[in-house]
């Protein structure tokens, strides 16, 4: 076959030496110029010319309305999930699909489970493909993007809150939530659909599914109660063995336990899993602690919901560094948060400091730093104002882009920074 990679991003690097390891004539296509295997066709630019292809594999970046009608269209997701000979548990939602996805498969594996992990936390799925087993698992992290145009849903469904984000990318908060339904929406009867009682989106797609619909945060399914997490009427552990920070990571943790305990009963294995596990990086990871002031980077926080899910897991005083690239945001109801949640000052970085500046004066805060353009100016920013006791903490509410390249260079330089002060983490 005539096949065109569009994007050669992780997934379009992996989508190429997949279908050309199968024998085909493959042509990659990008907006940029970029660096290639050698041999390889590429054609660069914003026309793009299909007509001539028989199947196209679509890049997560790059949304289905760039390709002609008439085209076979795959992705590397699609491929997987068709030709994955292991049942597929996929996670989806806005914020906590990476913790909750390694937290299911570290329980997978605390109670002896070959698991794989993969899809959108950086381990493309078809990566792994020829090393998954009948007997195993495979725990993928899905979307908005990689779920636009599925037409196929993991035999096990996992939606947590949905929020408004991307919404510079998708044209309106319909299709955002379209597109997360679609995780839901080609399952069969015999599959499952777990979905969070509380957030009205992902209650309202699940029931998009024919399987069985189990909420998290419910005690129809896995919830908090009197300190400690259940799954039903069978404890799993107390609240005080979570190794994750946050009590919104209790809800992450309450996913998990939905989407495994069913498979396996096996409440001792889970514990283990959700004891032992500290998170993932950039995601409230303590960078250090200097002159009695704990930096916290959590700088995967992109959205105004996570920063206030941040704010809350710490009651000591904070500073606060917000800001970066736009991602069509409302931070009004962050900024009212913000005025009566012990936040001593906050720092204002990046195209929307203008934007977060306001909403926080409308909302009657003024205790606000803006201006600082590179993470040197921002820690001598923080530094001014923190006190000892004092949580000095990343959680932007923003995509980096125009200051950093992405969330994990951000992140990296708030940690070096920290390090360079003598931070002890």
Sequence with gaps: MKVAILGYGIEGKVAYDYWQALGNDVTIFDDNAIKVPAG?????????????????????????????????????????IAKCPAPIIGVTGTKGKGTTTTLITKMLEAAGKTAHLGGNIGRPALEFLDQVKTGDWVVLELSSFQLLDATQSP?????????????????????YVEAKGNIFRFQ????TAIYNARNKYSSQIAQLSEGTKLPYLDEAGAYVKDDQIFFQ???ICKTGEVGLL??????NVCAAVAAVYPLIKDAASLAKAIREFKGLEHRLEVAGLVDGITYVDDSFSTTPETTIAAINSFDQPKVLILGGSDKGSDYTEMARFITDANVRHVIA???????????????????????????TQIMKAAGE?????????????????????????????????????????
């Design 349 to 375: 970085i990046g195209d929307m400091a203008t934007k977060i500046s306001r909403a926080l004066q409308a909302a009657d805060y003024d205790a606000i730093t803006t201006g600082p353009t590179d993470m």
């Design 246 to 251: 946050g009590a919104h990571n209790l809800e």
């Design 155 to 175: 035999q096990i469904a996992v939606c947590l809150m949905i929020v408004p984000e991307h919404l510079n990318w998708h044209p309106d908060m319909t299709e």
């Design 385 to 425: 104002v923190a006190k000892s006791g004092d949580v000095v903490l990343l959680s932007p509410a923003c995509a980096s882009f125009g200051l950093f390249k992405d969330y994990k260079e951000r992140g990296n330089q708030f940690k070096q920074a920290v390090q360079a002060l003598g931070g002890v983490a």
């Design 40 to 80: 390889a066709k590429l054609q660069v630019g914003l026309d793009w010319q299909l007509g001539d292809f028989d199947l196209i594999v679509r890049s997560p970046g790059v949304r289905p309305d760039r390709i002609p009608q008439g085209i076979k269209v795959t992705s590397v997701v699609r491929e997987f």
């Design 188 to 191: 069969k009867p015999q599959d």
């Design 233 to 235: 009427d069978t404890s």
